[in-house]
């Protein structure tokens, strides 16, 4: 590719970081991957990764890669899970990971846990009056489930909170004005946890905040701001990701009726549910791209890359990748048919939820809030109609449509 043409597509790339709607996102990460695979972007100091090898190498090779400790792009949380490598992550994370990976935890209290949660959101939904679908119901069953495994109370002062806090995170690197909004967020957040923190330690209960504010590594309690990190990292990460794919996913159900019918009539079939949450998740990442500091001099896509580089992988390109994925700008419920459950795993097809060491502790409780959350929505509602056009998924490194104005109709039968 000669110089020109280059410039002109890095230029078309930039023009989506206001991530404004209707970006014709996908078609210039088409040709990114096939002309421009990995380049330097100098408007956001960092290197651009989108073919779906290269961003699984990035989200693997953690020998050559690892998240940024600070600054622009650094997660905003403070000193979490994220930021560890080597047994010290793998012994952390292992606290969050018995709540939250074992089949046994997930049978025997967190499935039951989501379903009632999703289940009393469903019921209180009205019927034949305009409502926001993702006020009034996604964004609810994710921090309700947190803020319940964590028994954390006033659940509704997180809304705020995460939002700001996760926007000043990856996203900062584009956005640096959000990284100090974010800081001051956590600020308020660590404030509002500090006397819960204290309590727990002295009078820990069943949950996974005592969990968390009663271990130990290597005979040395967790330190108190690791605690206080991990915590909104659980609020942030947790709610915000799950929330817009969900709104994301059921927009395309009202904008596509035999879709929402197809779903109608396969939906207690629980392997069907599944394949199509995790196609969800493939069409509609949350979060579009993830970022890594060289941590040696290297290559990736054959670009010589400098210890101390950024690299953005975006996993919103590598999920549409024509090389690992057949039609993928088709929406294909059947599409993880027998192979739904792997999804959910670091050995998925699917780049949502990472790779590597660093694949997101949440991810099956992520699928369970999903399923959960259509069962529950489908057992009552028959038909949704939009209320006036819907908006559109809008963002850059975050991407989802910001409301769902519907009108739910009764099942009838």
């Given at each position: 590719?000669?110089?020109?043409?280059?410039?002109?597509?890095?230029?078309e790339?930039?023009?989506?970081?206001?991530?404004?709607?209707?970006?014709p996102?996908?078609?210039v990460?088409?040709?990114?991957?096939k002309?421009?695979?990995?380049?330097?972007?100098?408007?956001i100091?960092?290197?651009?990764?989108?073919?779906?090898?290269?961003?699984?190498?990035?989200?693997?090779?953690?020998?050559?890669?690892?998240?940024?400790?600070?600054?622009?792009g650094?997660?905003?949380?403070g000193?979490?899970?994220?930021?560890?490598?080597?047994?010290?992550h793998?012994?952390?994370?292992?606290?969050?990971?018995?709540?939250?990976?074992?089949?046994?935890?997930?049978?025997?209290?967190?499935?039951?846990?989501?379903?009632?949660?999703?289940?009393?959101r469903?019921?209180?939904?009205?019927?034949?009056?305009?409502?926001?679908?993702?006020?009034?119901?996604?964004?609810?069953?994710?921090?309700?489930?947190?803020?319940?495994l964590?028994?954390?109370?006033?659940?509704?002062?997180?809304?705020?909170?995460?939002?700001?806090?996760?926007?000043?995170?990856?996203?900062?690197?584009?956005?640096p004005?959000?990284?100090?909004l974010a800081?001051?967020?956590?600020?308020?957040?660590?404030?509002f946890?500090?006397?819960?923190?204290?309590?727990?330690k002295?009078?820990?209960?069943?949950?996974?905040?005592?969990?968390?504010?009663?271990?130990?590594?290597?005979?040395?309690?967790?330190?108190?701001?690791?605690?206080?990190?991990n915590?909104?990292?659980?609020?942030?990460?947790?709610?915000?990701t799950?929330?817009?794919?969900?709104?994301?996913?059921?927009?395309?159900?009202?904008?596509?009726?035999?879709?929402?019918?197809?779903?109608?009539?396969?939906y207690?079939?629980?392997?069907?549910?599944?394949?199509?949450?995790?196609?969800?998740?493939r069409?509609?990442?949350?979060?579009?791209?993830?970022?890594?500091?060289?941590?040696?001099?290297?290559?990736?896509?054959?670009q010589?890359?400098t210890t101390g580089d950024?690299?953005?992988?975006?996993?919103?390109?590598?999920?549409?990748?024509?090389t690992?994925?057949?039609?993928?700008?088709?929406?294909?419920h059947?599409?993880?048919?027998?192979?739904?459950?792997r999804?959910?795993?670091a050995?998925?097809?699917i780049?949502?939820?990472?790779?590597g060491?660093?694949?997101?502790?949440?991810?099956?409780l992520?699928?369970?809030?999903?399923m959960?959350?259509?069962?529950?929505?489908?057992?009552?509602?028959g038909?949704?109609e939009?209320v006036?056009?819907?908006?559109?998924?809008?963002?850059?490194?975050?991407?989802?449509?910001?409301?769902?104005?519907?009108?739910?109709?009764p099942v009838?039968?």
């Amino acid at each position: 590719m000669d110089s020109n043409t280059a410039a002109v597509l890095m230029d078309e790339f930039h023009a989506l970081i206001p991530g404004l709607p209707n970006a014709p996102r996908h078609e210039v990460f088409q040709r990114l991957r096939k002309d421009l695979p990995v380049f330097k972007s100098e408007k956001i100091g960092a290197w651009i990764a989108s073919r779906y090898e290269d961003v699984v190498t990035l989200l693997t090779s953690e020998e050559r890669f690892q998240y940024p400790q600070s600054g622009l792009g650094s997660p905003s949380y403070g000193r979490t899970f994220l930021r560890m490598n080597g047994r010290e992550h793998s012994k952390k994370i292992g606290i969050v990971g018995r709540e939250m990976r074992s089949q046994r935890a997930l049978r025997d209290r967190l499935d039951g846990v989501v379903l009632r949660l999703a289940r009393e959101r469903a019921e209180g939904l009205p019927f034949g009056k305009p409502i926001d679908l993702r006020e009034a119901y996604t964004a609810w069953i994710p921090l309700y489930t947190i803020t319940e495994l964590t028994a954390l109370p006033d659940a509704p002062r997180f809304r705020d909170w995460y939002g700001t806090i996760v926007a000043g995170s990856t996203s900062s690197i584009a956005n640096p004005a959000a990284r100090e909004l974010a800081l001051k967020a956590r600020e308020e957040v660590a404030e509002f946890l500090e006397p819960i923190i204290q309590e727990r330690k002295k009078n820990p209960g069943n949950d996974l905040l005592s969990d968390l504010a009663t271990a130990e590594f290597d005979g040395e309690p967790m330190p108190h701001d690791e605690i206080v990190s991990n915590v909104i990292f659980l609020l942030a990460a947790g709610v915000e990701t799950t929330e817009r794919v969900l709104t994301s996913a059921l927009r395309h159900l009202v904008l596509n009726p035999s879709e929402w019918e197809w779903l109608r009539a396969n939906y207690k079939d629980l392997e069907k549910l599944s394949a199509f949450c995790a196609e969800a998740l493939r069409y509609f990442p949350p979060l579009t791209m993830v970022i890594r500091v060289a941590i040696t001099d290297t290559t990736l896509g054959n670009q010589a890359i400098t210890t101390g580089d950024r690299i953005i992988g975006i996993d919103g390109s590598g999920n549409f990748d024509e090389t690992h994925f057949k039609d993928p700008l088709k929406f294909d419920h059947d599409r993880f048919m027998g192979a739904s459950d792997r999804q959910y795993m670091a050995n998925g097809d699917i780049l949502t939820f990472g790779k590597g060491i660093h694949h997101c502790v949440g991810a099956r409780l992520g699928q369970l809030e999903m399923m959960h959350a259509f069962t529950q929505l489908l057992d009552r509602v028959g038909r949704i109609e939009a209320v006036g056009e819907l908006p559109v998924g809008i963002g850059f490194f975050l991407h989802s449509p910001p409301t769902l104005p519907v009108i739910l109709h009764p099942v009838t039968h």
